[in-house]
């Protein structure tokens, strides 16, 4: 207690110093701490503009510009008349991406791709997820009322058709094409990291619940020639799967059932069950239900292999819990949470063996493995 006491008393003699006007315009007059306090007064600022960025990266995807950048350095005169933008605002749209890295002067007036605009060039996923941000911006436009649950709908409440749907989800296609071309155009990044991870060359068959319409599925497939895989999902979702494991060419190896797999019962024979970015999208209870259902489907000698952005990843807490965190908050569901709390609800639903396997993009994905406890189920 005594040492807990004497933090305590630390950090607030800390927060009181470094809330002191007179601190801070000492700090800018000594070479170590106006170091250190130009990057905190960086930081500050960064948080009140994020915003503003987020708007500048916007615009360059609506306007293509990283496309046309991509083909060649060009001109801001030339830019200016093909994108149909007064010159000035082009030159302005133009220094703000450049000091976030996104295009940079190449001299005499051309521009290129900068370093974030060349990586976000090769992501098309990630071109997809800016533009479908304009429904979190409206969401979070009032955060105060989000967080009191004033709210009683919302924009991503309503993209994401299954969110608070209540008793069976008799979805049709419309309803659930949009969110499934969005979670597909990101699973092939996903499941590279997956797949290196925890490599599937000694199961046989793989059931991947809540698979949409089939990319990670497929991806596996396409890696372990021997695999054969399933997709469960809604059955609008499902036929989607379906339809793609027969354009890629897998024949009988892929194939889709539909169903909800909060109300029906699994299918059964798979020695390996997948969970890919699922049970963040739901909260505790139907995810222990979830969790329930699978040990119910997966055999003595199975895996239950789960795969998602993890709280407590270092170097990735403003994404998981500040991003994710506000995200599924509006989203009407859902948590980011630790591989511990994830722990805990396995071995709740009769899993243990757990094990933590590390991806090269833990950022992106995280993945976790449990087998099928010994008692009774």
Known sequence: MAGRSWVASLRRWRDRLLADPAFQRRSLRVPFARWVARRRMRALFDLC???????VLLACIRLELFERLARSPQGAESLAEDLDVPRASLDRLLEAAGSLRLVEHRGHGVFGLGPL???LQGNPAVAMMIEHHHALYADLADPVALLRGERQTTELGRFWAYSRHAGPMPLETGNTKAYSELMAASQG??????LQACPMRRYRRLLDVGGGVGAFAAAAMGRHVDLQACVFDLPSVAEQARV???RAGFGERGSAVGGSFLDDDL?????????????HDHDDDAVLKLLRAVRRAIPSDGTLLIAEPMLGTRGAEPV??????FYLMAMGQGRA?????????LREAGFDRLEVHRTQAPLLVRVLTARPAVQAR
């Open 49 to 55: 503009s994020g915003f503003v960025y987020s708007q």
């Open 267 to 279: 299918p059964t024979g798979y020695d390996l069950i997948s969970l890919v970015r699922v049970l």
């Open 337 to 345: 949470r630790s591989p511990a709390v994830i722990g805990q609800l």
């Open 320 to 325: 998981t819990a500040a991003y994710f965190g």
């Open 189 to 194: 990044m996903i499941a590279d990291q997956v």
């Open 244 to 246: 793609r494991f027969e």
């Open 117 to 119: 605009g060349a990586a």
